[in-house]
Structures are given as C-alpha cells and as structure tokens.
C-alpha cells in the first residue's frame, strides 16, 4: 500500500498550521511548527508571493489529504463518492473521511495520530462489530462498535494513550467506555461537529472545473 514517508513536521510548516501528525509532539515546544514557522526549503524564508485563487483552493485540498493521510487518488474517489450522495458535496466529503475506521480511532483516543491509528487497524488490533477488520479506510455506518482486540489492551502505548485522552476531545458523535476499550459510532457529524480547518467549499471549486 503506497503511503507518505517523507517528514511529518514539513506538511505541517507547509501549511502554516498544525495538522498533529505526530501525536503528543504536537502539543510541545518541539513543533515544527514552533520552531521554524515558515515553509520547508531553501526559499522557505522569502515566499511573499501573492496566491492565487487557484492556490488556495489547492491548499485547501492538500491540508486536507494531508490531515487524513490520503493519496491523491483516493481522495477524488472519496470526492466523486460525495457528488452523488444527496446533501452539500463538501460536508458530505468530511463526513466520509470522518467516518473512515482509522480516524474514528483517533477520534476515540485509542491511538496518539491519525498514522498510529492506521498501524493499530493494519496490524489486526482493531475489531468492528466483533470481528477483526484491518482495512484502516473501512467505512463505519453509524451504530457500529468499534472495539480494541481483547489480546492488544495491553499493549503499552494503547494503554498509555486511552488513560491519557485529554489529547483527543470526545466528539458528540461518539460514545466511548473506556474500561473496555470500546467505542460506537451514535450518529453521522453535522459540519459543525468536524474540528479540522478545512474550507471544503474551495475543494469543491477546485475539482469542479
């Protein structure tokens, strides 16, 4: 499965914002975004160029794909998908980035990332509904239980990161129990709901020309 490699910390300065792509460090003075609050690259520095309409709506797609850790390819599906469902196409594409099983992970405060939380479902620790998926972008529907495996609760960093949830706040959407590391899925999130500094509408533009 083709996945990002480079440095984490360099789509964060090279958006200006932070995307938490690396858990706790996040929320530390070692932030990229901290200590050097300026593009990546050699002209990092000196970047003063006016964006253009185009540019932003670029950028608004790639925070995007880079918040959920989505190809390209991916993302225009998870786009086309949102074109046919009914309702506003850019909310309907945060829903169905939300609803993805890896971030629903992250959501819950199982695993410190959303990159963590695609490790945990790869390597089998994540059951849905009682049964083992590890497909880190299966789609939840809403009612679905998603549980750590009985086998993986004791797991140091699971533990660690679920007695330690502060860093992820429970989002109305989602119900969590903690003792048995399990979470439900209550209902589909309203834009309003989605905590990530997206302008969807400039993705919609972008790919609707």
Same mark, same amino acid.
């Given at each position: 499965?083709?996945?990002?490699?480079?440095?984490?910390? *360099?789509?964060? %300065?090279? $958006?200006? @914002?932070?995307?938490?792509?690396?858990?706790?460090?996040?929320?530390?003075?070692?932030?990229?975004?901290?200590?050097?609050?300026?593009?990546?690259?050699?002209?990092?520095?000196?970047?003063?160029? &006016?964006?253009?309409?185009?540019?932003?709506?670029? %950028?608004?797609?790639?925070?995007?794909?880079?918040?959920?850790?989505?190809?390209?390819?991916?993302?225009? /599906?998870?786009?086309?998908?949102?074109?046919?469902?009914?309702? @506003?196409?850019?909310? /309907?594409?945060?829903?169905?980035?939300?609803?993805?099983?890896? /971030? @629903?992970?992250?959501?819950?405060? @199982?695993?410190?990332?959303?990159?963590?939380?695609?490790?945990?479902?790869?390597?089998?620790?994540?059951?849905?509904?009682?049964?083992? !998926?590890? !497909?880190?972008?299966?789609?939840?529907? =809403? #009612?679905?239980?998603?549980?750590?495996?009985?086998? +993986? *609760?004791?797991?140091?960093?699971? &533990?660690?990161? !679920?007695? /330690?949830?502060? *860093?992820?706040?429970?989002? +109305?959407?989602? $119900?969590?129990?903690?003792? #048995?590391?399990?979470?439900?899925? =209550?209902?589909?999130?309203?834009?309003? $709901?989605?905590? !990530?500094?997206?302008?969807?509408?400039?993705?919609?533009?972008?790919?609707?020309?």
């Amino acid at each position: 499965m083709a996945r990002y490699t480079d440095a984490k910390c *360099r789509q964060c %300065r090279r $958006e200006g @914002i932070r995307l938490y792509l690396k858990g706790d460090r996040c929320y530390t003075d070692k932030c990229a975004i901290e200590r050097r609050a300026y593009a990546p690259g050699e002209h990092g520095r000196d970047r003063r160029a &006016k964006i253009t309409p185009y540019g932003q709506q670029l %950028r608004e797609k790639q925070k995007a794909r880079r918040i959920y850790g989505v190809l390209e390819r991916q993302f225009r /599906n998870y786009f086309h998908k949102a074109e046919k469902k009914k309702g @506003i196409t850019g909310e /309907n594409l945060l829903q169905l980035l939300e609803t993805r099983l890896d /971030n @629903i992970v992250y959501r819950l405060g @199982i695993a410190p990332s959303r990159n963590a939380a695609r490790q945990l479902v790869g390597h089998g620790h994540i059951h849905v509904n009682g049964h083992r !998926v590890d !497909v880190p972008s299966y789609a939840l529907r =809403v #009612g679905d239980t998603v549980q750590v495996a009985e086998k +993986s *609760r004791q797991i140091p960093g699971v &533990k660690e990161t !679920v007695a /330690n949830r502060r *860093r992820t706040e429970m989002q +109305s959407w989602l $119900e969590f129990e903690e003792k #048995g590391m399990t979470g439900r899925l =209550v209902k589909i999130p309203a834009r309003d $709901e989605i905590p !990530v500094p997206v302008q969807e509408q400039l993705i919609v533009e972008l790919y609707s020309k």
